[in-house]
């Protein structure tokens, strides 16, 4: 803290042997920067006040239906991209800013355009969409007529635009309609073919491959069981009647050889055949002559007339062969007709369920070959169908879109998109608001002060004194060997207070004077705002 306290004093010391050379620059620089400030012209400031309604009662009654843009987004964006090269060239136009005419040279121009677009000013009121437009110009009614020309560049810019995006967006919604329009209809002739392509392995109900092979698989073990019952109850009607065939032979074989001299009768196929065709009767109340069970009932009837009519022959036979026998036999008993007829009735329906499951076993083949190529198909199918759902789903929201910006553009028409009050119009503030001539004072009595201690600070850096022994052999880097003293007599004392008291008034008189024209400036800036 020392070494730098005794630096500054260093360098403070070897200022003042400069100090006129500073007093003579701060003079000179006040000089120049107070005739400066009192030189500049006054400028005046027109402004206007702008407020933009956006609210209208037609834009809630048509939520969900029109497409309903931010109008308060849309009208700060306005605001701030407002001050633009084409605009601000039309508004030197409107308001007669180029007096000049056609002897302006484009650097004029360039330069009147930069004038103007710094000093105009759009400040919004924050979310009230209050904006104030202000214009700042030597001469007042120029300001108020640029201030004018700012507001109706502003309110036409506004309709204008919103106007030509309603249009660009329908256009280009329309366009996108008859792109998707023909995208959808390729890929309905596409799924088309395939279809027609592969009619046989489609499903009706719309299962996969997959699932139809389980479900006939389903269906071919529900048969198979169904056989295997089926034959289990055959089998055992005819073990019944067998047993009931050997109680009653002895009776049966008379029965037969007595009758054989008359006429031949097969009582058990005789039942058997009239319920085949008592089940075929009821079979085709059901189904067609090409049903299974049908099929399979016929050659059952087939087969037992034709053992019916080899039986008779052979009773004949042995009829003929065979000594005659008396009148004691009868026909088979009640008994044995109904086992006779049971087992015809199991007999039909196991021809039936053997039909079923034939059907089935060649239906699953057909279905377990067509599970080898069905995934290809199945995924060109959802490739087709995803296609097909996707330009489907973009036709019909765009065709939902345009409606809306139809409508949208209909509600704009007939509501505006907004509504542009002017709270204050273009008026010309009659006293000058620029320069801030006591702030510009202050500035170049800063400026001043700033310019004298730096001539001062130059002057002791170019041509540096020592005052000391250990700055001069620290500066040096030689051993300094002795210091001689220098004797101030009285009349050397006197002069150094003279030039101190010189200094001081010359100083003062410097501060006093700027001191003196701020608070003048202050005075009359008061009675200004009063």
């Given at each position: 803290?020392?070494?730098?306290?005794?630096?500054?004093?260093?360098?403070?010391?070897?200022?003042?042997?400069?100090?006129?050379?500073?007093?003579?620059?701060?003079?000179?620089?006040?000089?120049?920067?107070?005739?400066?400030?009192?030189?500049?012209?006054?400028?005046?400031?027109?402004?206007?006040?702008?407020?933009?309604?956006?609210?209208?009662?037609?834009?809630?009654?048509?939520?969900?239906?029109?497409?309903?843009?931010?109008?308060?987004?849309?009208?700060?964006?306005?605001?701030?991209t407002l001050i633009s090269r084409p605009n601000v060239e039309k508004l030197v136009r409107m308001a007669d800013l180029d007096l000049k005419g056609q002897?302006?040279?484009?650097?004029?121009?360039?330069?009147?355009?930069?004038?103007?677009?710094?000093?105009?000013?759009?400040?919004?009121?924050?979310?009230?969409?209050?904006?104030?437009?202000?214009?700042?110009?030597?001469?007042?009614?120029?300001?108020?007529?640029?201030?004018?020309?700012?507001?109706?560049?502003?309110?036409?810019?506004?309709?204008?635009?919103?106007?030509?995006?309603?249009?660009?967006?329908?256009?280009?919604?329309?366009?996108?309609?008859?792109?998707?329009?023909?995208?959808?209809?390729?890929?309905?002739?596409?799924?088309?073919?395939?279809?027609?392509?592969?009619?046989?392995?489609?499903?009706?109900?719309?299962?996969?491959?997959?699932?139809?092979?389980?479900?006939?698989?389903?269906?071919?073990?529900?048969?198979?069981?169904?056989?295997?019952?089926?034959?289990?109850?055959?089998?055992?009607?005819?073990?019944?009647?067998?047993?009931?065939?050997?109680?009653?032979?002895?009776?049966?074989?008379?029965?037969?050889?007595?009758?054989?001299?008359?006429?031949?009768?097969?009582?058990?196929?005789?039942?058997?055949?009239?319920?085949?065709?008592?089940?075929?009767?009821?079979?085709?109340?059901?189904?067609?002559?090409?049903?299974?069970?049908?099929?399979?009932?016929?050659?059952?009837?087939?087969?037992?007339?034709?053992?019916?009519?080899?039986?008779?022959?052979?009773?004949?036979?042995?009829?003929?062969?065979?000594?005659?026998?008396?009148?004691?036999?009868?026909?088979?008993?009640?008994?044995?007709?109904?086992?006779?007829?049971?087992?015809?009735?199991?007999?039909?329906?196991?021809?039936?369920?053997?039909?079923?499951?034939?059907?089935?076993?060649?239906?699953?083949?057909?279905?377990?070959?067509?599970?080898?190529?069905?995934?290809?198909?199945?995924?060109?199918?959802?490739?087709?169908?995803?296609?097909?759902?996707?330009?489907?789903?973009?036709?019909?929201?765009?065709?939902?879109?345009?409606?809306?910006?139809?409508?949208?553009?209909?509600?704009?028409?007939?509501?505006?998109?907004?509504?542009?009050?002017?709270?204050?119009?273009?008026?010309?503030?009659?006293?000058?608001?620029?320069?801030?001539?006591?702030?510009?004072?202050?500035?170049?009595?800063?400026?001043?002060?700033?310019?004298?201690?730096?001539?001062?600070?130059?002057?002791?850096?170019?041509?540096?004194?020592?005052?000391?022994?250990?700055?001069?052999?620290?500066?040096?880097?030689?051993?300094?060997?002795?210091?001689?003293?220098?004797?101030?007599?009285?009349?050397?004392?006197?002069?150094?207070?003279?030039?101190?008291?010189?200094?001081?008034?010359?100083?003062?008189?410097?501060?006093?004077?700027?001191?003196?024209?701020?608070?003048?400036?202050?005075?009359?800036?008061?009675?200004?705002?009063?």
């Amino acid at each position: 803290m020392d070494l730098l306290l005794a630096q500054f004093f260093s360098i403070a010391r070897r200022m003042w042997k400069y100090r006129w050379y500073g007093l003579v620059v701060a003079w000179a620089t006040g000089v120049v920067g107070a005739l400066l400030v009192f030189m500049m012209p006054d400028r005046y400031e027109a402004s206007a006040r702008i407020y933009v309604d956006t609210q209208s009662i037609l834009k809630p009654l048509m939520a969900g239906m029109a497409v309903q843009p931010n109008v308060d987004m849309q009208v700060g964006m306005l605001s701030k991209t407002l001050i633009s090269r084409p605009n601000v060239e039309k508004l030197v136009r409107m308001a007669d800013l180029d007096l000049k005419g056609q002897n302006q040279t484009k650097a004029e121009v360039e330069a009147l355009i930069d004038k103007v677009s710094t000093e105009l000013k759009i400040v919004s009121a924050g979310r009230d969409n209050l904006f104030t437009l202000t214009y700042r110009d030597a001469d007042p009614e120029t300001a108020k007529r640029a201030v004018q020309s700012l507001v109706t560049i502003f309110v036409e810019s506004s309709l204008g635009a919103q106007r030509k995006d309603t249009a660009t967006a329908a256009s280009f919604i329309t366009d996108q309609i008859k792109n998707y329009e023909a995208k959808l209809e390729e890929a309905e002739g596409r799924l088309k073919e395939f279809r027609l392509r592969n009619l046989k392995l489609m499903s009706a109900d719309g299962k996969d491959s997959a699932g139809r092979l389980a479900e006939i698989s389903g269906q071919l073990e529900r048969s198979r069981l169904e056989l295997r019952e089926a034959v289990q109850a055959r089998d055992a009607a005819r073990t019944q009647l067998d047993a009931e065939r050997s109680r009653n032979a002895s009776s049966t074989t008379a029965s037969l050889l007595q009758e054989s001299s008359q006429s031949v009768s097969t009582p058990e196929l005789d039942g058997r055949i009239e319920n085949v065709k008592r089940a075929l009767d009821g079979l085709l109340q059901r189904y067609t002559e090409q049903h299974p069970d049908i099929v399979a009932g016929r050659k059952l009837l087939k087969d037992l007339e034709e053992q019916k009519r080899k039986e008779v022959a052979e009773l004949r036979k042995q009829a003929i062969n065979a000594p005659a026998a008396g009148a004691g036999g009868s026909n088979a008993s009640l008994a044995q007709q109904e086992m006779s007829r049971m087992l015809a009735a199991a007999e039909v329906q196991v021809a039936g369920l053997r039909a079923r499951v034939d059907e089935y076993s060649a239906r699953y083949a057909t279905a377990l070959a067509a599970v080898k190529t069905a995934p290809q198909l199945e995924a060109e199918q959802a490739q087709l169908n995803r296609d097909y759902a996707i330009h489907k789903k973009n036709y019909e929201d765009l065709v939902a879109r345009r409606e809306s910006a139809s409508i949208s553009g209909e509600l704009d028409v007939a509501s505006g998109v907004a509504d542009f009050k002017l709270i204050d119009p273009p008026r010309a503030n009659p006293k000058p608001v620029a320069p801030n001539r006591l702030l510009l004072l202050a500035a170049v009595l800063a400026l001043t002060l700033v310019a004298g201690l730096f001539t001062a600070f130059v002057g002791s850096q170019l041509r540096p004194v020592f005052h000391d022994a250990g700055e001069l052999r620290l500066r040096t880097e030689l051993p300094v060997l002795g210091v001689v003293s220098k004797l101030v007599s009285d009349a050397e004392r006197r002069r150094d207070r003279l030039d101190l008291v010189r200094f001081g008034v010359a100083s003062g008189g410097l501060v006093a004077i700027f001191a003196v024209g701020l608070s003048i400036m202050a005075i009359l800036m008061s009675k200004q705002v009063s």
